[in-house]
C-alpha cells in the first residue's frame, strides 16, 4: 500500500511564500514522476508542475517562475516553494506520483489527500 503525506499548507497574504511537501512511504519501487495539482472551487483540476527522476520539470503557464518543484528522490519526496502568491493561486493541492510498488508490479498513479492554500488580504 502506498501513502502520500502532503504538508505545508495555510493562509498567506498576496506577495507571500508557503512551501508544500508530499512524501511517498509504504511498498515504494521506483518512482517515475512527482508533481502538484491544484482546484479551485467550482473548477477543475489542473497540472501545477512535475518533475521527473531525471529531473526533468513542466509548469503550467500561469506558475512559471514563481512556483519553483524540486525532489528529493532518496526520501521520496517532492517539494513546491510557493512564491509571489496571489489571490487566484487559492486552491486544494494535491499530490501526485507515478510509482512502482515492486519490480513485478504495474505503474499506477496515486494522489494525496490535498492541502488548502488561501491567498488573500
Known amino acids: 500500500q502506498v501513502q502520500l503525506v502532503e504538508s505545508g499548507g495555510g493562509w498567506v497574504q498576496p506577495g507571500g511564500s508557503l512551501r508544500l511537501s508530499c512524501a511517498a512511504s509504504?511498498?515504494?519501487?521506483?518512482?517515475?514522476?512527482m508533481g502538484w495539482y491544484r482546484q479551485a472551487p467550482g473548477k477543475e483540476r489542473d497540472m501545477v508542475a512535475t518533475?521527473?527522476?531525471?529531473?526533468?520539470?513542466n509548469f503550467a503557464d500561469s506558475v512559471k517562475g514563481r512556483l519553483p518543484i524540486s525532489r528529493d528522490n532518496a526520501k521520496n519526496t517532492v517539494y513546491l516553494q510557493m512564491n509571489s502568491l496571489k489571490p487566484e493561486d487559492t486552491a486544494v493541492y494535491y499530490c501526485?506520483?507515478?510509482?512502482?510498488?515492486?519490480?513485478?508490479?504495474?505503474?499506477?498513479?496515486?494522489w494525496g489527500q490535498g492541502t488548502q492554500v488561501s491567498v488573500s488580504s
Open positions: 501526485n506520483a507515478l510509482i512502482l510498488e515492486s519490480s513485478y508490479s504495474s505503474w499506477n498513479n496515486y
Open positions: 509504504g511498498s515504494v519501487f521506483s518512482i517515475a514522476a
Open positions: 518533475v521527473t527522476i531525471g529531473g526533468r520539470t
